[in-house]
């Protein structure tokens, strides 16, 4: 009876084993999320956007000083955030001063383009954003858009 139960369970660990589990499909937003700032851009007539191999278009209207922030410089910025339909999700009130790497990813990466006293428009996949994550009024994989100007960093 022992063994016929032995052989039983190893029997159903086989077939379990060799048992494909469905998962939901994961999208990759990448592509999405280039066609929806590229499409913005058209709509914009903007030509001058620049993109990187991360998928971060950005427009450099000032460049700044000759001196760029690397990751570990704590920067002042005033800028404002809003999404392609056009609704501001956040503005700084008084220069904001951060850390460059406590910022998102698309932050970290334009930042580095300007000197101080520069100022640029960047147009962030969700991806070098907030991802999947819904953020007070900003939807999960939302494409950012948000208008900087580099006044300091250290």
């Not at 005033?78 to 990813?105: C, E, Q, R, W």
Request: hydrophobic share 40%; proline share 5%.
């Amino acid at each position: 009876m022992i063994r016929g139960f032995i052989a039983f369970s190893i029997l159903l660990i086989a077939i379990v084993s060799c048992t494909k589990i469905e998962t939901p499909d994961v999208v990759d937003y990448g592509p999405i999320d280039k066609k929806i700032i590229q499409d913005y851009l058209k709509v914009h007539d903007d030509t001058t956007a620049q993109s990187t191999t991360s998928g971060l278009y950005y427009i450099i209207q000032k460049p700044g000083g000759s001196a760029h922030p690397v990751i570990n410089s704590t920067v002042t910025v005033n800028y404002n955030g809003y999404l392609v339909d056009g609704n501001p999700f956040d503005a700084s009130k008084a220069p904001y001063t951060n850390k460059l790497y406590n910022l998102i990813s698309g932050w970290q990466e334009g930042l580095q383009l300007i000197g101080a006293g520069g100022k640029m428009q960047l147009f962030i996949p969700s991806a070098l954003g907030y991802g999947s994550a819904a953020i007070g009024s900003i939807p999960a994989h939302s494409v950012l858009i948000f208008d900087i100007e580099l006044v300091s960093f250290k």
